[in-house]
Nanobody, 122 residues
Framework: QVQLVESGGGLVQAGGSLRLSCTAS????????MGWFRQAPGKEREFVAGRSWNGGVTYYTDSVKGRFTISRDSAKNTAYLHMNSLKPEDTAVYYC???????????????WGQGTQVTVSS
């Protein structure tokens, strides 16, 4: 079992930055793949970024490439989604999730955090 807790959302003006945190507990020693997803009102949950929990290739959806990056503090068992040059269309609830393998399909993920709201004003 893995427990995930996100934090760091908030209200920011367009062009601003936020850093989301995802703290994992439980059986995180397994080589899970961690994905960041977001869901805007009336829209389906979409893959934003992801990487293996223990490092490796990082994947980004096209709309956030060059603006969002993932990092991790292994001592804190926490991953971060650094979001820069935010746009109003980035407004959504953001989730981190764990899966056994790399996937952009949210249906395949086993463990989810509670989500954190990001609102970008124009």
């Amino acid at each position: 079992q893995v427990q995930l807790v996100e934090s760091g959302g908030g209200l920011v003006q367009a062009g601003g930055s936020l850093r989301l945190s995802c703290t994992a507990s439980g059986r995180t020693s397994s080589d899970y793949f961690m994905g960041w997803f977001r869901q805007a009102p009336g829209k389906e949950r979409e893959f934003v970024a992801g990487r293996s929990w223990n490092g490796g290739v990082t994947y980004y959806t096209d709309s956030v490439k060059g603006r969002f990056t993932i990092s991790r503090d292994s001592a804190k068992n926490t991953a971060y989604l650094h979001m820069n040059s935010l746009k109003p269309e980035d407004t959504a609830v953001y989730y981190c999730a764990f899966n056994r393998v790399y996937s952009r399909n949210y249906h395949s993920y086993d463990y989810w955090g509670q989500g954190t709201q990001v609102t970008v004003s124009s």
